[in-house]
């Protein structure tokens, strides 16, 4: 198991929890905490006892955005060279697995937009989302422009990257960002149960719904119907399609084998 410093990770049955660590920083990601978050999601990416990995910080934060102070001196050529934001920062968009993430307070900047890579957000009742980075002379750099739009469309989206406005769970699951609002002490263990009822479906057809809804964000309806179709068809070729229509004719639960 790989040592880390800034996240901590554990497993609660078939589903994998990774908790940003870094509490005196309000979990602010810097390069050391992406580069750990990326080696934990691709480890259980690639272990099979693995249903679902839940991501989530502290009560205070989810993530209060990119280190800003680790980033304030860099250049230009710095930034470029190194792909600042891109490679250490998409880990999540490139997980097979369903990611959940269990957002409680502050889930600013870079810190909304990992939670938007994530599949699902579920929202403690003190989560608060916001992208200030209009603030700091800059904009969104992790997909903010594109992902909050896209999930809450263009109104509300310009109005809080213009402004840096945040916005509460109440509004964010009105606006469609979040699946659910939980009390807070309930977020993290909503976010297993979700992961474990994941876990108990066929891995292929959940794999590959998840990858018909993100085609949803990347195609045209016409295109994306016809992937969601080929997708659908080829899951007649799994044992598990058969199980889940045998089972529900017998009146049983279904017992899937991921093949
Ligand atoms: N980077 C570095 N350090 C941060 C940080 C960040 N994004 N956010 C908070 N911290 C640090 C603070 O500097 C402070 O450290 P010290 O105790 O050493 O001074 C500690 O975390 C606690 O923070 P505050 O004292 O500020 O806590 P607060 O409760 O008074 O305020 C807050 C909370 C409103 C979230 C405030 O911390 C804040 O505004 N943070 C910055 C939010 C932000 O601008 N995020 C966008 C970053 S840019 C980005 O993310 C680019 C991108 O698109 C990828």
Redesign the pocket.
């Known amino acids: 198991m790989a040592e880390y410093s800034m996240i901590l990770t554990e497993r609660q049955g078939r589903v994998a929890v990774i908790r940003l660590n870094r509490p005196?920083?309000?979990n602010?990601?810097c390069d050391q905490l992406m580069e750990e978050l990326g080696q934990a999601l691709r480890g259980y990416d690639a272990d099979p006892e693995v249903a679902a990995i839940v991501l989530t910080g502290n009560e205070k934060?989810f993530a209060?955005?990119?280190?800003?102070?680790?980033m304030q001196s860099r250049s230009y050529p710095a930034v470029y060279l190194d792909d600042f934001?891109g490679k250490r920062w998409e880990a999540v968009t490139f997980v097979q697995k369903p990611v959940i993430a269990a957002v409680a307070g502050?889930a600013?900047?870079?810190?909304c937009?990992l939670a938007m890579m994530c599949d699902i957000i579920l929202a403690a009742d003190t989560a608060k989302f916001g992208?200030?980075?209009i603030?700091?002379g800059?904009i969104?750099?992790?997909g903010?422009t594109q992902r909050l739009t896209r999930a809450i469309g263009k109104a509300k989206a310009m109005e809080m990257v213009l402004t840096g406005r945040m916005m509460d769970a109440a509004e964010a699951e009105r606006a469609s960002l979040v699946a659910r609002v939980v009390p807070a002490a309930e977020v993290v263990a909503e976010a297993v149960k979700l992961g474990e009822k994941i876990g108990t479906l066929s891995a292929p057809a959940v794999a590959i719904a998840k990858e018909a809804v993100n085609r949803a964000y990347e195609t045209t309806l016409a295109e994306g119907v016809k992937f969601e179709r080929r997708a659908f068809q080829a899951l007649f070729a799994t044992a598990d399609q058969k199980e889940g229509m045998a089972a529900f004719a017998e009146k049983r639960k279904a017992r899937f084998t991921n093949s």
Do not use: S, T
């Open positions: 005196q920083a309000l602010a990601l934060a209060a955005g990119a280190d800003i102070k680790e934001i502050y600013l900047g870079g810190g937009e992208q200030p980075e603030n700091l800059v969104p750099g992790a903010g």
